[in-house]
T-cell receptor, first 116, second 113 residues
Framework: GAVVSQHPSWVICKSGTSVKIECRSL??????MFWYRQFPKQSLMLMAT?????????EQGVEKDKFLINHASLTLSTLTVTSAHPEDSSFYIC????????????FGEGSRLTVL | QKEVEQDPGPLSVPEGAIVSLNCTYS??????FMWYRQYSRKGPELLMY????GNKEDGRFTAQVDKSSKYISLFIRDSQPSDSATYLC?????????????FGTGTKLQVIP
């Protein structure tokens, strides 16, 4: 399957700082990338969908000013958690979809964010 | 009612057993059905991907879809300790030019040597 790389895999930051997480498709062009959040023992909750070159579409209840998403190229999407607080601590996972391959998602390894 | 229902388990089986994992769903618009395996603190890994009702086999894994009953299953034959993980069912429906995926809560499986 296709490879999606996510970085950093683990980050610890102080409350009030901003953290950027990168998601790269290594061997294919991802027209659409998805960002998920996963709490312990819970399933993946879709936060937003980003298409290359356009604004991200956020799910209901997700603050777009809090979670900034940029999809500047067909291989890179970034999620920036702005002014992070302890309640933002979670496991963030990105996935990518290729044009013409409907429904099949390839996931990154995830990024564990801990806000102190 | 959730769109996708999945028993969270945990499910413990002895090595070599046949494992049956199931999900039910309520949204008739779902077109594609997937099973993912997720190890602790890792991203999900796609195991099976199906479109139509019926069975799809890949090695020790068999995915079954029954659209009339809105029910999907994953069977694991000759289960191994390395199969111990959380298994997520997922289903997708068309949304704005792409497929929007909805996940079940995941079933935690433990295969005991």
């Amino acid at each position: 399957g296709a490879v999606v790389s996510q970085h950093p895999s683990w980050v610890i930051c102080k409350s009030g700082t901003s953290v950027k997480i990168e998601c790269r498709s290594l061997d294919f062009q991802a027209t659409t990338m998805f960002w998920y959040r996963q709490f312990p023992k819970q399933s993946l909750m879709l936060m937003a969908t980003s298409n290359e070159g356009s604004k991200a579409t956020y799910e209901q209840g997700v603050e777009k000013d809090k979670f900034l998403i940029n999809h500047a190229s067909l291989t890179l999407s970034t999620l920036t958690v702005t002014s992070a607080h302890p309640e933002d601590s979670s496991f963030y996972i990105c996935s990518a979809s290729t044009r013409g391959v409907t429904g099949e998602l390839f996931f990154g390894e995830g990024s564990r964010l801990t806000v102190l | 009612q959730k769109e996708v229902e999945q028993d969270p388990g945990p499910l413990s089986v002895p090595e070599g057993a046949i494992v049956s994992l199931n999900c039910t769903y309520s949204n008739s618009a779902f077109q594609y059905f997937m099973w993912y395996r997720q190890y602790s603190r890792k991203g999900p890994e796609l195991l099976m991907y199906t479109y139509s009702s019926g069975n799809k086999e890949d090695g020790r894994f068999t995915a079954q879809v029954d659209k009339s009953s809105k029910y999907i299953s994953l069977f694991i034959r000759d289960s191994q300790p390395s199969d111990s993980a959380t298994y997520l069912c997922a289903m997708s429906s068309p949304s704005g030019g792409y497929q929007k995926v909805t996940f079940g809560t995941g079933t935690k499986l433990q295969v005991i040597p």
